[in-house]
């Protein structure tokens, strides 16, 4: 199976660039509800991922740091350490399924080393699901109703 299947395309993924600062990262993580962001250079190219861990800690270890001043920070500044491993298109499918267990997304590179997109664990989850118990899936009312499910 190709890992073509499983893509966000870039269009569709939200990012940011190695040119944002700080407030830029906040604001867009926070309006899109992530918790994590891939960092990409100016050539398209894959440079890490910020984290909102990543963001505390650099508030956290700034003196007189406060969310006014973060607009003068630039993202190049702030360590990343999570580093989630990027695949290329080429990838297999095994060594896919391998990366994804370990991170909530999987950046995917062209073969010039540039980000086309990322494959989410949840979407490789609910396919195999799907294969596995055709017709299981549930809708969102079913799950709403599910006493095993409520707390």
Same mark, same amino acid.
């Given at each position: 199976?190709?890992?073509?299947?499983?893509?966000?395309?870039?269009?569709?993924?939200?990012?940011?660039?190695?040119?944002? !600062?700080?407030?830029?990262?906040?604001? @867009?993580?926070?309006?899109?509800?992530?918790?994590?962001? +891939?960092? %990409?250079?100016?050539?398209?190219?894959?440079?890490?991922? %910020?984290?909102?861990?990543? $963001?505390?800690?650099? $508030?956290?270890?700034? +003196?007189?740091?406060?969310?006014?001043?973060? #607009?003068?920070?630039?993202?190049?500044?702030?360590?990343? @350490?999570?580093?989630?491993? +990027?695949? /290329?298109? #080429?990838?297999?499918?095994?060594? %896919?399924?391998?990366?994804?267990?370990?991170?909530?997304?999987?950046?995917?590179?062209?073969?010039?080393?540039?980000?086309?997109?990322?494959?989410?664990?949840?979407?490789? %989850? /609910?396919?195999?699901?799907?294969?596995?118990? +055709?017709?299981? !899936?549930?809708?969102?009312?079913?799950?709403?109703?599910?006493? @095993?499910?409520? #707390?």
């Amino acid at each position: 199976m190709n890992i073509a299947f499983f893509i966000t395309p870039k269009k569709d993924v939200v990012f940011e660039t190695t040119d944002a !600062t700080m407030r830029q990262v906040i604001e @867009r993580m926070d309006y899109h509800r992530y918790t994590a962001i +891939p960092i %990409l250079d100016e050539e398209g190219g894959y440079v890490g991922t %910020l984290t909102e861990g990543d $963001l505390l800690r650099k $508030l956290k270890t700034t +003196p007189g740091l406060d969310i006014r001043e973060t #607009s003068r920070i630039p993202v190049t500044d702030i360590p990343m @350490r999570v580093q989630n491993k +990027p695949v /290329h298109i #080429s990838c297999d499918i095994e060594d %896919l399924v391998q990366t994804v267990t370990a991170q909530n997304f999987v950046p995917v590179l062209d073969d010039d080393d540039r980000f086309i997109g990322i494959i989410k664990r949840s979407d490789i %989850l /609910h396919y195999f699901f799907e294969k596995w118990m +055709p017709g299981q !899936t549930k809708t969102a009312a079913e799950k709403a109703a599910s006493p @095993r499910c409520q #707390s």
